[in-house]
């Protein structure tokens, strides 16, 4: 999974530049980060609702839209997918409850 996350980020940064009418995700870029949050936002809604209706392929389709729309928003912030693994795997073994007691307030 992790080379098939990968490749989407190579794919996603290429194409930002690309012609906007030729790459949606140009034309998401284009229109600011303000609206590419809107998108990942509105795919984790879709994937919220899909679970509560027990929509197993609903599911599935909005988690690669859900992860597809948030790599757009890492590459927009020039944030590298392996920051967001390397994040997970230092909480691996560590208790949500821990984990949460010992970030900063905010």
Known sequence: ???????????????????????????LTG???????????????EAVIAAMAAD????????????FHLLILLGDLDIPLDAVLDELDRREGVSGITEKAARKPD
């Not at 996350?5 to 530049?17: G, N, P, Q, V, Y």
């Not at 229109?31 to 809604?45: C, D, H, L």
């Not at 392929?57 to 988690?63: A, I, N, P, T």
């Open 31 to 45: 229109r600011g980060r303000a609206k590419i949050a809107q998108k990942v936002g509105e795919e984790a809604v």
């Open 1 to 27: 999974m992790r080379s098939t996350l990968f490749d989407l980020e190579k794919t996603i940064s290429e194409r930002r530049t690309a012609d906007p009418a030729l790459s949606y995700v140009a034309k």
């Open 56 to 67: 197993r392929d609903g599911l599935v389709g909005e988690s690669a839209d859900l992860l």
